[in-house]
Nanobody, 126 residues
Framework: QVQLVESGGGLVQAGGSLRLSCTAS????????IGWFRQAPGKEREFVAT????????IYQESVKDRFTISRDNTKNTVWLQMNSLKPEDTDVYYC???????????????????WGQGTQVTVSS
C-alpha cells in the first residue's frame, strides 16, 4: 500500500506562487508515475501535471504548462508542483496521485492512478 501526503496549499493573491509537495511511503518510488489533479465541488477531477516514473517525461495540462512546473527527487520520495502566476480559476482542491505501469497515452486519466493523497486546498483571490 502506497501512502501519499500532500502539503503546501493555502491562500494567495492572483499573480502569486505556491509550491505543493507530495511525499510517498514506498521503496520503489522512482518507478511510480506521480501526478497532480484538481477538483472543484460538483466537478470532475481534472488532470494538472504528471511526472512519469523511471526517468520518463513530464506532462502538463495545456492551461498550466507555462505557469506550473512538476519536479521530483527520488532520493526523497517527493514530487513538487511549483505554481506561478496563479489565477482565481486555479482555485481547487489539489490531489497527488500515484500509479505504476501507466502508459503515456493514459497519464491524464485519473482512473489510472491507484493511490491518492488527502488533498490540499489552493485558493487564489482576485
Amino acid at each position: 500500500q502506497v501512502q501519499l501526503v500532500e502539503s503546501g496549499g493555502g491562500l494567495v493573491q492572483a499573480g502569486g506562487s505556491l509550491r505543493l509537495s507530495c511525499t510517498a511511503s514506498v521503496d520503489t518510488f522512482r518507478r511510480y508515475t506521480i501526478g497532480w489533479f484538481r477538483q472543484a465541488p460538483g466537478k470532475e477531477r481534472e488532470f494538472v501535471a504528471t511526472s512519469r516514473g523511471n526517468g520518463g517525461a513530464t506532462i502538463y495540462q495545456e492551461s498550466v504548462k507555462d505557469r506550473f512546473t512538476i519536479s521530483r527527487d527520488n532520493t526523497k520520495n517527493t514530487v513538487w508542483l511549483q505554481m506561478n502566476s496563479l489565477k482565481p480559476e486555479d482555485t481547487d482542491v489539489y490531489y497527488c496521485a500515484g500509479g505504476s505501469g501507466i502508459i503515456l497515452s493514459s497519464v491524464r486519466n485519473s482512473r489510472q492512478y491507484a493511490y491518492w493523497g488527502q488533498g490540499t486546498q489552493v485558493t487564489v483571490s482576485s
